[in-house]
């Protein structure tokens, strides 16, 4: 007879994972770096390593009550301590309860002597002694290529680099080695990389004159990890790592509405206005009420008591505020009692993904019920139409993984299509227009589709009043929406 084929499930060790506490980075790496093993952290100059180390030592001695050691031979620990508190970290105070310990190691180029007896036993016991000092869990050294600087023998060069990545592994210390990116190579001396457990690349690239930092995993022996590369921001609270690749269909869904904040739409809705969570996208020409539409969804919101988050890319919090109130919106009311959040940037400020992980940090920071964009429309002026497309389509699925309720605003040409193109995308798509009637321009307003719920289907006037914009019946139509 022949066996039975079934097998039972084996379940496999897990590499040990040291959590970096550096905000997406343990999302992408699947936990953290590998737990007393090197990683490589390369790249060239300004892209954020020493930033990056330093991070993840204070994270480790602030959240992890790891110790951390840092051995530096650029910057001396005045400097760093300087550096590092404008982004929050207190270094001097971390030193003096021993959790951090900041040990600059002076190289002179010009001092140095090559012989073929240099070894790094000296380095070694400095770093054994002050890893047992405070009993260090995290080492740091910052930067590799300062240890070789003076040296051309590529034979000891090689040896000894093995050497250092092999005491530290013995040490049982996680470990961030910083190195400077090669002309061809991840590093100058293009060995690092091969003997490191996880390698990590930092860019910091300038596309159509805006610049953007980027983090890629070369390798990661013995874990899965991500692969692509993930847009960065070095904020006031130190790095955010956002993996914008995460675009399954998969978030909840919610049979609650919320109001338009319009009473005539909601009409038009069956007298309960949008889906909770749900993409509204409303389009117009220039001057067809799309902002103003947007400030009464938001104004309509705070009134609920719930937290709005205005992303606006075309006029600054105290102009928006001010304009509104000539159709009787207060925004400057609701944002003082901190229910309303006004973000306004210009769109070219920085790249796509920039605005990416913005968006993400805000959202995730202020935590709102609903997310207003004026306009969408302005991405495009950050890269080119189909990865503005793409970066859209990121935000859209993020904030409706959150549960957020989204309008959007988006121009149209004059064939009436959006400008962007993402209609596709949206759950409910509002459409704006103007019309000529006696030498006077009329406002009309009319929804294309409205996922999962019935609709009116014919057009209505767009009235601008001083207590905020009224939806009427075009005089002489009418429709039953039962």
């Not at 909601?266 to 103003?292: C, N, P, R, W």
Request: aromatic share 8%; charged share 25%; proline share 2%.
């Amino acid at each position: 007879m022949a066996k039975s084929r079934n097998m039972t499930s084996v379940v496999m060790p897990e590499l040990p994972k040291c959590p970096s506490g550096i905000q997406g980075l343990d999302e992408i790496t699947f936990g953290g770096l590998p737990q007393g093993r090197p990683t490589l952290v390369c790249g060239g100059a300004g892209c954020g390593k020493t930033l990056l180390a330093m991070e993840f030592l204070c994270r480790g001695a602030l959240t992890y009550n790891e110790p951390g050691v840092f051995i530096a031979f650029e910057e001396k620990e005045k400097d760093l301590e300087e550096n590092f508190s404008s982004l929050g970290f207190d270094l001097k105070k971390l030193v003096a309860q021993k959790k951090l310990l900041i040990d600059y190691v002076y190289i002179e180029r010009s001092e140095i002597e090559e012989t073929g007896e240099y070894d790094l036993e000296g380095l070694f016991v400095r770093l054994a002694s002050a890893v047992d000092a405070i009993g260090a869990k995290r080492v740091v050294l910052d930067t590799i290529e300062a240890l070789f600087s003076g040296f051309t023998n590529q034979s000891i060069l090689r040896a000894e680099l093995r050497r250092l990545f092999r005491w530290l592994k013995d040490k049982g210390v996680t470990a961030i080695i910083t190195g400077e990116k090669g002309e061809s190579l991840l590093t100058k001396h293009g060995l690092e990389e091969y003997v490191a457990d996880c390698v990590i690349f930092l860019d910091h690239r300038v596309n159509e004159q805006i610049a953007t930092r980027r983090l890629k995993i070369i390798k990661y022996r013995g874990s899965k990890h991500g692969t692509n590369e993930f847009p960065f921001l070095i904020g006031n609270s130190g790095i955010s790592v956002f993996p914008m690749t995460s675009l399954l269909l998969s978030s909840s869904v919610s049979s609650q509405r919320i109001s338009s904040g319009i009473k005539g739409l909601d009409e038009m809705f069956g007298l309960k206005g949008y889906y909770q969570g749900t993409t509204i996208l409303v389009s117009g020409s220039a001057g067809s009420g799309k902002t103003s539409f947007g400030a009464q969804f938001v104004d309509s919101v705070c009134r609920s008591g719930q937290r709005a988050l205005y992303f606006a890319f075309e006029e600054s919090e105290g102009q928006l505020s001010r304009n509104m109130t000539s159709i009787g919106i207060n925004l400057k009311k609701w944002a003082d009692k901190g229910i309303l959040k006004i973000v306004a940037n210009r769109a070219t400020l920085c790249g796509l993904e920039m605005h990416l992980v913005m968006a993400h940090k805000a959202v995730k920071e202020f935590k709102p019920a609903v997310v207003v964009i004026d306009p969408i429309t302005t991405m495009i002026g950050s890269g080119i139409m189909d990865e503005a497309r793409a970066m859209i389509a990121r935000l859209l699925d993020f904030l409706k993984n959150e549960g957020i309720t989204v309008l959007a605003t988006d121009l149209t040409d004059k064939s009436g299509e959006t400008e962007v193109g993402i209609s596709s995308l949206c759950d409910t798509w509002i459409r704006l227009s103007m019309e000529m009637q006696d030498y006077k321009r009329i406002r009309r307003i009319s929804i294309i589709k409205s996922r999962g719920m019935n609709h009116g289907h014919e057009t209505k006037d767009l009235i601008f009043t001083n207590n905020g914009l009224e939806v009427k019946n075009i005089p002489g139509v009418r429709e039953d929406y039962k």
